[in-house]
Protein backbone atom coordinates (compact mmCIF):
# COMPACT_ATOMS: atom_id res chain seq x y z
CA UNK A 1 0.00 0.00 0.00
CA UNK A 2 1.42 3.43 -0.76
CA UNK A 3 2.00 5.42 2.84
CA UNK A 4 0.28 8.49 1.14
CA UNK A 5 -3.06 6.76 1.70
CA UNK A 6 -2.51 5.70 5.26
CA UNK A 7 -3.50 7.25 7.80
CA UNK A 8 -1.47 9.18 10.22
CA UNK A 9 -2.57 6.76 13.57
CA UNK A 10 -2.01 3.40 10.93
CA UNK A 11 1.28 1.45 11.06
CA UNK A 12 3.76 3.06 8.92
CA UNK A 13 6.10 0.70 6.96
CA UNK A 14 9.05 3.42 7.24
CA UNK A 15 8.31 3.63 11.05
CA UNK A 16 8.17 0.05 12.34
CA UNK A 17 10.00 -0.97 15.26
CA UNK A 18 11.99 -3.65 13.24
CA UNK A 19 12.93 -7.41 13.42
CA UNK A 20 14.19 -9.15 15.99
CA UNK A 21 17.26 -9.81 13.97
CA UNK A 22 17.92 -6.89 11.99
CA UNK A 23 17.31 -7.10 8.24
CA UNK A 24 17.90 -5.45 5.26
CA UNK A 25 14.56 -3.76 3.80
CA UNK A 26 12.73 -5.53 1.39
CA UNK A 27 13.72 -4.56 -2.05
CA UNK A 28 9.94 -4.50 -4.04
CA UNK A 29 7.68 -5.25 -1.05
CA UNK A 30 6.40 -3.63 1.97
CA UNK A 31 7.94 -4.48 5.29
CA UNK A 32 4.47 -6.00 6.01
CA UNK A 33 3.84 -7.81 3.30
CA UNK A 34 7.23 -9.33 3.52
CA UNK A 35 5.93 -10.53 7.07
CA UNK A 36 2.48 -11.62 5.19
CA UNK A 37 4.31 -13.28 2.30
CA UNK A 38 6.43 -15.45 5.19
CA UNK A 39 3.60 -16.24 6.77
CA UNK A 40 2.00 -17.84 4.00
CA UNK A 41 5.28 -19.71 3.32
CA UNK A 42 4.77 -21.12 6.61
CA UNK A 43 4.18 -25.13 7.54
CA UNK A 44 2.37 -23.59 10.26
CA UNK A 45 0.50 -21.79 8.20
CA UNK A 46 -0.15 -24.93 5.78
CA UNK A 47 -1.31 -26.80 8.88
CA UNK A 48 -4.21 -24.77 9.56
CA UNK A 49 -6.24 -26.44 6.22
CA UNK A 50 -6.27 -29.57 8.48
CA UNK A 51 -7.41 -27.91 11.76
CA UNK A 52 -10.51 -27.03 13.27
CA UNK A 53 -12.18 -24.95 15.23
CA UNK A 54 -15.70 -26.11 16.83
CA UNK A 55 -16.18 -29.10 14.36
CA UNK A 56 -13.64 -32.05 13.72
CA UNK A 57 -11.63 -31.94 10.45
CA UNK A 58 -13.16 -35.48 9.21
CA UNK A 59 -17.07 -33.95 9.79
CA UNK A 60 -17.68 -32.68 6.43
CA UNK A 61 -15.49 -30.50 3.79
CA UNK A 62 -17.71 -27.93 4.24
CA UNK A 63 -17.41 -26.62 7.57
CA UNK A 64 -14.36 -23.83 8.40
CA UNK A 65 -11.13 -25.22 9.06
CA UNK A 66 -8.36 -23.04 10.91
CA UNK A 67 -7.02 -22.31 7.33
CA UNK A 68 -10.81 -20.90 6.00
CA UNK A 69 -11.31 -18.96 9.27
CA UNK A 70 -8.03 -17.08 8.96
CA UNK A 71 -9.11 -15.80 5.38
CA UNK A 72 -12.69 -14.83 6.78
CA UNK A 73 -10.66 -13.13 9.83
CA UNK A 74 -8.27 -11.30 7.30
CA UNK A 75 -11.22 -10.22 4.71
CA UNK A 76 -13.25 -8.93 7.15
CA UNK A 77 -10.31 -7.11 8.56
CA UNK A 78 -9.12 -5.58 5.65
CA UNK A 79 -12.48 -4.68 4.67
CA UNK A 80 -12.68 -2.33 7.76
CA UNK A 81 -8.78 -1.60 7.48
CA UNK A 82 -9.20 0.09 3.75
CA UNK A 83 -12.36 2.10 5.23
CA UNK A 84 -10.05 3.46 8.45
CA UNK A 85 -7.05 4.26 6.05
CA UNK A 86 -5.19 1.46 8.20
CA UNK A 87 -2.57 -0.56 6.77
CA UNK A 88 -4.05 -3.46 4.94
CA UNK A 89 -1.33 -5.66 4.65
CA UNK A 90 -0.63 -5.29 8.10
CA UNK A 91 -3.67 -5.85 9.22
CA UNK A 92 -3.94 -9.35 7.07
CA UNK A 93 -0.72 -10.57 8.42
CA UNK A 94 -1.88 -10.14 11.92
CA UNK A 95 -4.90 -12.29 10.62
CA UNK A 96 -3.47 -14.69 8.66
CA UNK A 97 -1.04 -15.69 11.38
CA UNK A 98 -3.27 -15.30 14.43
CA UNK A 99 -3.71 -18.42 14.92
CA UNK A 100 -0.65 -20.62 14.07
CA UNK A 101 -0.35 -21.77 17.61
CA UNK A 102 -3.86 -23.57 17.83
CA UNK A 103 -3.79 -26.96 18.89
CA UNK A 104 -6.15 -29.98 17.24
CA UNK A 105 -9.27 -29.93 18.23
CA UNK A 106 -9.57 -26.26 18.96
CA UNK A 107 -10.77 -25.02 22.04
CA UNK A 108 -11.27 -28.66 23.42
CA UNK A 109 -7.07 -29.19 22.43
CA UNK A 110 -5.86 -26.02 24.23
CA UNK A 111 -7.61 -26.65 27.26
CA UNK A 112 -6.39 -30.50 27.85
CA UNK A 113 -2.94 -29.19 26.55
CA UNK A 114 -3.30 -26.40 28.92
CA UNK A 115 -3.97 -28.91 31.62
CA UNK A 116 -0.93 -31.44 30.76
CA UNK A 117 1.25 -28.09 30.86
CA UNK A 118 0.06 -26.76 34.17
CA UNK A 119 2.90 -27.68 36.08
CA UNK A 120 5.70 -26.25 33.54
CA UNK A 121 4.67 -23.49 32.74
CA UNK A 122 1.01 -23.60 30.92
CA UNK A 123 0.17 -23.92 27.31
CA UNK A 124 -2.06 -20.53 25.72
CA UNK A 125 -2.20 -20.56 22.04
CA UNK A 126 -1.84 -17.28 21.47
CA UNK A 127 1.86 -17.38 23.26
CA UNK A 128 2.16 -20.50 20.93
CA UNK A 129 1.12 -18.45 17.79
CA UNK A 130 3.82 -16.21 18.67
CA UNK A 131 6.72 -18.96 19.87
CA UNK A 132 5.78 -20.49 16.37
CA UNK A 133 6.45 -17.17 14.81
CA UNK A 134 9.44 -16.29 16.33
CA UNK A 135 11.39 -19.96 17.32
CA UNK A 136 9.54 -22.92 15.36
CA UNK A 137 9.50 -22.43 12.26
CA UNK A 138 12.99 -23.34 10.31
CA UNK A 139 12.96 -21.95 7.32
CA UNK A 140 15.96 -19.04 6.82
CA UNK A 141 19.01 -19.48 7.33
CA UNK A 142 20.10 -16.52 9.28
CA UNK A 143 17.05 -16.69 12.20
CA UNK A 144 15.01 -19.02 13.64
CA UNK A 145 11.55 -18.17 12.93
CA UNK A 146 9.84 -16.00 10.61
CA UNK A 147 11.57 -12.77 12.27
CA UNK A 148 8.25 -10.72 11.47
CA UNK A 149 8.23 -6.66 12.48
CA UNK A 150 7.65 -5.71 15.53
CA UNK A 151 4.05 -4.93 14.81
CA UNK A 152 2.71 -8.04 13.36
CA UNK A 153 4.03 -9.45 16.71
CA UNK A 154 2.10 -7.46 18.92
CA UNK A 155 -0.84 -8.21 16.84
CA UNK A 156 -0.48 -11.68 17.10
CA UNK A 157 -0.04 -11.16 20.70
CA UNK A 158 -3.62 -10.49 21.74
CA UNK A 159 -3.55 -11.32 25.61
CA UNK A 160 -0.82 -12.36 27.62
CA UNK A 161 -1.08 -13.09 31.34
CA UNK A 162 1.53 -10.06 33.42
CA UNK A 163 3.61 -13.05 34.34
CA UNK A 164 4.71 -14.15 31.08
CA UNK A 165 4.54 -10.48 29.77
CA UNK A 166 7.67 -9.76 31.78
CA UNK A 167 9.09 -12.15 30.07
CA UNK A 168 8.55 -10.90 26.78
CA UNK A 169 10.43 -7.79 26.35
CA UNK A 170 9.34 -5.10 24.59
CA UNK A 171 6.91 -6.79 23.30
CA UNK A 172 5.57 -7.89 26.57
CA UNK A 173 5.41 -4.09 27.97
CA UNK A 174 2.01 -2.80 27.07
CA UNK A 175 0.30 -6.09 28.97
CA UNK A 176 2.67 -4.66 32.18
CA UNK A 177 2.07 -0.59 31.58
CA UNK A 178 -1.86 -1.11 30.13
CA UNK A 179 -1.21 0.88 26.42
CA UNK A 180 -2.75 -0.09 23.43
CA UNK A 181 -2.01 -2.57 20.77
CA UNK A 182 -1.78 -0.53 17.13
CA UNK A 183 -5.16 -0.33 15.47
CA UNK A 184 -4.41 -2.95 12.79
CA UNK A 185 -3.83 -5.08 15.95
CA UNK A 186 -6.87 -4.40 17.73
CA UNK A 187 -8.72 -4.37 14.20
CA UNK A 188 -7.32 -8.06 13.37
CA UNK A 189 -8.44 -9.47 17.24
CA UNK A 190 -11.63 -7.42 16.72
CA UNK A 191 -12.25 -9.54 12.67
CA UNK A 192 -11.77 -12.57 14.08
CA UNK A 193 -14.69 -12.47 16.69
CA UNK A 194 -17.11 -11.11 13.89
CA UNK A 195 -15.72 -14.04 11.51
CA UNK A 196 -16.40 -17.07 13.95
CA UNK A 197 -19.77 -15.68 15.67
CA UNK A 198 -20.98 -15.45 11.74
CA UNK A 199 -19.50 -18.59 10.52
CA UNK A 200 -20.25 -20.97 13.71
CA UNK A 201 -24.02 -19.75 12.83
CA UNK A 202 -23.52 -21.40 9.23
CA UNK A 203 -21.87 -24.11 10.15
CA UNK A 204 -23.73 -24.61 13.73
CA UNK A 205 -27.18 -24.75 10.81
CA UNK A 206 -25.32 -26.98 8.47
CA UNK A 207 -24.55 -29.51 11.12
CA UNK A 208 -28.22 -29.49 12.34
CA UNK A 209 -26.98 -28.42 15.48
CA UNK A 210 -29.13 -25.48 15.34
CA UNK A 211 -32.25 -24.28 13.39
CA UNK A 212 -32.57 -20.68 11.77
CA UNK A 213 -35.62 -20.63 13.36
CA UNK A 214 -33.79 -20.62 16.60
CA UNK A 215 -30.90 -18.60 15.82
CA UNK A 216 -33.21 -16.13 14.51
CA UNK A 217 -34.43 -14.99 18.01
CA UNK A 218 -31.37 -13.39 18.72
CA UNK A 219 -32.25 -10.44 18.11
CA UNK A 220 -28.84 -9.19 15.84
CA UNK A 221 -30.66 -11.74 13.51
CA UNK A 222 -33.99 -11.33 13.75
CA UNK A 223 -33.31 -7.70 12.70
CA UNK A 224 -32.06 -9.21 9.82
CA UNK A 225 -34.14 -12.35 9.07
CA UNK A 226 -37.50 -10.24 9.07
CA UNK A 227 -36.05 -7.76 6.32
CA UNK A 228 -35.27 -10.24 4.36
CA UNK A 229 -38.72 -12.37 4.95
CA UNK A 230 -39.95 -8.83 3.82
CA UNK A 231 -38.01 -8.30 0.78
CA UNK A 232 -37.68 -11.92 -0.49
CA UNK A 233 -41.14 -13.95 0.99
CA UNK A 234 -40.25 -17.09 -1.17
CA UNK A 235 -37.06 -17.28 -0.49
CA UNK A 236 -35.61 -21.04 1.48
CA UNK A 237 -33.00 -23.17 2.19
CA UNK A 238 -29.57 -22.10 2.60
CA UNK A 239 -30.10 -18.94 0.52
CA UNK A 240 -32.39 -17.59 3.37
CA UNK A 241 -29.63 -18.57 5.81
CA UNK A 242 -26.70 -16.87 3.60
CA UNK A 243 -29.24 -13.61 3.00
CA UNK A 244 -29.88 -13.43 6.46
CA UNK A 245 -25.98 -14.27 7.76
CA UNK A 246 -24.49 -12.11 5.39
CA UNK A 247 -26.52 -9.06 5.82
CA UNK A 248 -25.93 -9.39 9.52
CA UNK A 249 -22.02 -9.18 8.82
CA UNK A 250 -22.65 -6.37 7.15
CA UNK A 251 -24.23 -4.45 9.40
CA UNK A 252 -21.68 -5.51 11.54
CA UNK A 253 -18.74 -4.17 9.84
CA UNK A 254 -20.79 -1.14 8.94
CA UNK A 255 -20.85 -0.40 13.06
CA UNK A 256 -17.19 -1.17 13.57
CA UNK A 257 -16.04 1.12 10.32
CA UNK A 258 -18.52 3.97 11.85
CA UNK A 259 -17.75 3.72 15.53
CA UNK A 260 -14.28 3.70 14.86
CA UNK A 261 -13.80 6.52 12.88
CA UNK A 262 -15.55 8.45 15.64
CA UNK A 263 -13.29 7.37 18.32
CA UNK A 264 -10.52 7.79 16.01
CA UNK A 265 -11.55 11.62 15.01
CA UNK A 266 -12.02 12.14 18.36
CA UNK A 267 -9.14 11.25 20.11
CA UNK A 268 -6.93 12.34 17.27
CA UNK A 269 -3.96 10.76 17.61
CA UNK A 270 -0.87 11.87 15.39
CA UNK A 271 1.10 8.57 14.89
CA UNK A 272 0.73 4.41 16.24
CA UNK A 273 2.55 5.39 19.88
CA UNK A 274 -0.22 7.95 20.51
CA UNK A 275 -2.18 4.91 19.78
CA UNK A 276 -0.58 2.92 22.15
CA UNK A 277 -0.98 5.27 24.74
CA UNK A 278 -4.90 5.53 24.46
CA UNK A 279 -6.49 4.48 27.44
CA UNK A 280 -8.67 2.21 25.40
CA UNK A 281 -8.44 0.92 22.01
CA UNK A 282 -10.22 2.79 19.25
CA UNK A 283 -11.39 0.16 17.13
CA UNK A 284 -14.72 -1.44 18.18
CA UNK A 285 -18.42 -1.81 17.98
CA UNK A 286 -20.87 0.71 19.28
CA UNK A 287 -22.07 0.08 22.74
CA UNK A 288 -25.75 -1.24 21.65
CA UNK A 289 -24.28 -3.72 18.38
CA UNK A 290 -21.51 -5.04 21.04
CA UNK A 291 -24.57 -5.83 23.51
CA UNK A 292 -26.25 -7.49 20.67
CA UNK A 293 -22.61 -9.44 19.60
CA UNK A 294 -22.65 -10.70 22.86
CA UNK A 295 -25.94 -12.16 22.95
CA UNK A 296 -25.42 -13.79 19.83
CA UNK A 297 -21.81 -15.35 21.71
CA UNK A 298 -24.19 -16.66 24.44
CA UNK A 299 -26.48 -17.90 22.27
CA UNK A 300 -23.57 -20.12 20.00
CA UNK A 301 -22.29 -21.30 23.47
CA UNK A 302 -25.15 -22.69 24.85
CA UNK A 303 -26.82 -24.10 21.40
CA UNK A 304 -23.70 -25.11 19.77
CA UNK A 305 -19.96 -25.85 21.80
CA UNK A 306 -22.35 -27.15 24.66
CA UNK A 307 -24.33 -29.22 22.23
CA UNK A 308 -24.17 -32.80 23.35
CA UNK A 309 -22.57 -33.74 19.53
CA UNK A 310 -19.86 -31.51 20.36
CA UNK A 311 -19.70 -32.00 23.96
CA UNK A 312 -18.81 -35.94 23.10
CA UNK A 313 -16.17 -35.07 20.59
CA UNK A 314 -14.19 -32.65 22.53
CA UNK A 315 -14.12 -35.14 24.94
CA UNK A 316 -12.93 -37.55 22.97
CA UNK A 317 -10.32 -34.46 21.67
CA UNK A 318 -9.22 -33.95 25.28
CA UNK A 319 -8.61 -37.70 25.61
CA UNK A 320 -6.79 -38.21 22.61
CA UNK A 321 -4.55 -34.86 23.32
CA UNK A 322 -4.06 -35.80 26.93
CA UNK A 323 -2.92 -39.40 26.66
CA UNK A 324 -0.64 -38.36 23.81
CA UNK A 325 0.91 -36.49 25.98
CA UNK A 326 1.42 -38.38 28.53
CA UNK A 327 2.68 -41.23 26.48
CA UNK A 328 5.80 -38.90 25.22
CA UNK A 329 6.22 -37.73 29.17
CA UNK A 330 6.65 -41.30 29.93
CA UNK A 331 9.41 -42.27 27.57
CA UNK A 332 10.75 -39.29 24.93
CA UNK A 333 12.04 -41.98 22.80
CA UNK A 334 8.33 -42.01 21.57
CA UNK A 335 9.07 -39.25 19.76
CA UNK A 336 10.29 -38.46 16.75
CA UNK A 337 14.04 -37.99 16.13
CA UNK A 338 14.29 -34.53 15.60
CA UNK A 339 11.97 -33.63 18.68
CA UNK A 340 13.23 -36.74 21.04
CA UNK A 341 16.98 -34.79 20.77
CA UNK A 342 14.97 -31.29 20.89
CA UNK A 343 13.36 -32.91 24.46
CA UNK A 344 16.64 -34.02 25.36
CA UNK A 345 17.91 -30.95 25.19
CA UNK A 346 15.51 -28.36 26.42
CA UNK A 347 15.52 -31.11 29.79
CA UNK A 348 19.17 -30.37 30.08
CA UNK A 349 18.74 -26.81 30.13
CA UNK A 350 15.40 -26.25 32.00
CA UNK A 351 14.74 -29.27 33.88
CA UNK A 352 11.64 -31.69 33.49
CA UNK A 353 9.75 -28.00 32.26
CA UNK A 354 11.42 -28.17 28.94
CA UNK A 355 10.66 -31.54 28.28
CA UNK A 356 7.22 -30.60 29.05
CA UNK A 357 7.44 -27.95 26.34
CA UNK A 358 8.62 -29.50 23.68
CA UNK A 359 6.28 -32.30 23.88
CA UNK A 360 3.79 -29.44 24.01
CA UNK A 361 5.45 -28.23 20.50
CA UNK A 362 4.87 -31.61 18.86
CA UNK A 363 1.39 -31.82 19.80
CA UNK A 364 0.38 -28.73 19.22
CA UNK A 365 2.00 -28.95 15.66
CA UNK A 366 -0.27 -31.74 15.02
CA UNK A 367 -3.02 -31.64 12.52
CA UNK A 368 -6.47 -33.09 13.75
CA UNK A 369 -5.87 -36.33 11.68
CA UNK A 370 -2.16 -36.38 12.55
CA UNK A 371 -3.21 -36.29 16.11
CA UNK A 372 -6.18 -39.30 15.66
CA UNK A 373 -3.40 -41.49 13.68
CA UNK A 374 -0.55 -40.98 16.05
CA UNK A 375 -2.46 -41.89 19.01
CA UNK A 376 -3.84 -44.93 16.97
CA UNK A 377 -0.08 -45.68 16.22
CA UNK A 378 0.80 -45.53 20.06
CA UNK A 379 -2.11 -46.67 21.81
CA UNK A 380 -3.26 -49.51 19.18
CA UNK A 381 -1.44 -52.46 18.95
CA UNK A 382 -2.76 -53.54 15.55
CA UNK A 383 -1.89 -50.29 13.99
CA UNK A 384 1.62 -50.03 12.51
CA UNK A 385 3.68 -47.64 14.28
MG1 LIG B 1 -9.37 -17.09 15.36
Do not use: W
Not at 117 to 134: C, I, K, P, W, Y
Not at 241 to 247: G, Y
Not at 279 to 306: C, D, N, T, W
Amino acid sequence: MNGAELAAYAAHDARTRGRRHPEPPPQYRSEFQRDRDRIIHSNAFRRLAYKTQVFVNHEGDLYRTRVTHSSEVAQIGRSIARALALNETLTEAIALAHDLGHTPFGHAGQDALNDCMRAHGGFEHNLQSLRTVDELEERYAQFPGLNLTFECREGILKHCAVSKARELGELGERFLQRRQSGLEAQLANLADEIAYNNHDVDDGIRAGLISLEAVVEVPLLRRQFDQVMRLYPDLQGRRRVHETVRRMVNEVVIDVIESSLARLRAAAPADIEQVRSQPAPLIGMSEPMREQHLQLKQFLREQVYRHQRVLRMTTKARRVVSQLFAAFMDDIKLLPAEYRDGALRAEGRDGIAGRARTVADYIAGMTDRYAILEHRRLFDPAERT
